[in-house]
T-cell receptor, first 114, second 114 residues
């Protein structure tokens, strides 16, 4: 079965540094991977999508990469701020037929210290 | 607010009772999803609707769970004879007619079964 694996250990970094979160997947490469942010007691909020044929995608201070050889996506937040503290979820569609049926990783909690 | 709304936000119930949750998706979205999330884990797919038709149910969804979307607008998720293992956050999400990403999540209903 397909799986998404994220580092379950919390990531603690100093304000201003770059945070890098890892997402590994099994089996065949998905057409795209998605990243969501989740704050405590709230639902996930979509951040970025990267397609299989895109090596890198950027949005403001966020950058996502997709390496089909390593079966891995990296999510970077540059110039991190305490407001970036949250849990970040990586997800793939289970199949091309139902793209809203997502398989999520367990999420990585980021804590940015001032 | 034109986002996905869920009601109630919190529900505490005794084991064996029935509970019902409501989800109002973004009005122009015809796809609606239910997910369940336990502490420290990512959301897990439960079921999905396209308009009023329930097109897929996860094997996670026991016979005690039933979901409806009678007019293709709001949806309800009912759990009968609740068990302590049902304690979780129940998330609703919607997406546009193409079914493509992203999913727009509500802030969930937190269920506690005592």
């Amino acid at each position: 079965s397909q799986k998404i694996e994220q580092n379950s250990e919390a990531l603690n970094i100093q304000e201003g540094k770059t945070a890098t979160l890892t997402c590994n997947y099994t089996n065949y490469s998905p057409a795209y991977l998605q990243w969501y942010r989740q704050d405590p007691g709230r639902g996930p909020v979509f951040l970025l999508l990267i397609r299989e044929n895109e090596k890198e995608k950027r949005k403001e201070r966020l950058k996502v990469t997709f390496d089909t050889t390593l079966k891995q996506s990296l999510f970077h937040i540059t110039a991190s701020q305490p407001a970036d503290s949250a849990t970040y979820l990586c997800a793939r569609a289970e199949s091309s037929g139902n793209t809203g049926k997502l398989i999520f990783g367990q999420g990585t909690t980021l804590q940015v210290k001032p | 607010d034109t986002g996905v709304s869920q009601d109630p936000r919190h529900k505490i119930t005794k084991r064996g009772q029935n509970v019902t949750f409501r989800c109002d998706p973004i009005s122009e979205h015809n796809r609606l999803y239910w997910y369940r999330q336990t502490l420290g884990q990512g959301p897990e797919f439960l079921t999905y609707f396209q308009n009023e038709a329930q097109l897929e149910k996860s094997r996670l969804l026991s016979d005690r769970f039933s979901a409806e979307r009678p007019k293709g607008s709001f949806s309800t998720l009912e759990i009968q004879r609740t068990e302590q293992g049902d304690s979780a956050m129940y998330l609703c999400a919607s997406s546009s007619g193409t079914g493509g990403p992203p999913l727009h999540f509500g802030n969930g209903t937190r269920l506690t079964v005592t």
